[in-house]
């Protein structure tokens, strides 16, 4: 089955950079698109960062420049590295595929100002 292990998070300053892992099973990796995704408190789960089977990505207008979205197809893993971080960008974080219903458990990161 599909199973979805975020690590990483953590408590970090503003401006300063943090980098998540994700380690999957039970996914089509190698052609699979991935992403990363949050969610801060009271509001939703939005797409952060996508990286699709040619290494291409694209990221939301507020993490542009800051963050990048790169994979290890041998090991199956996502990663995402978040510089200059701010405090809005504090929530929990998650990886999947596009169209995932199982999720993992997340990654706590909380940015103080």
């Known amino acids: 089955q599909v199973q979805l292990v975020e690590s990483g998070g953590g408590l970090v300053q503003a401006g300063g950079s943090l980098r998540l892992s994700c380690t999957t099973s039970?996914?089509?990796?190698?052609?699979?698109?991935m992403a990363w995704y949050r969610q801060a408190p009271g509001k939703q789960r939005d797409v952060v960062a996508i990286i699709n089977t040619e290494e291409h990505t694209h990221y939301v207008d507020a993490v542009k420049g800051r963050f990048t979205i790169s994979r290890d197809i041998g090991k199956k893993m996502v990663y995402l590295q978040m510089n200059s971080l701010r405090p809005e960008d504090t929530a929990i974080y998650y990886c999947?595929?596009?169209?995932?219903?199982?999720w993992g458990q997340g990654t706590q990161v909380t940015v103080s100002s």
């Open positions: 999947n595929t596009l169209m995932g219903q199982t």
């Open positions: 039970g996914i089509d990796f190698g052609n699979k698109a």
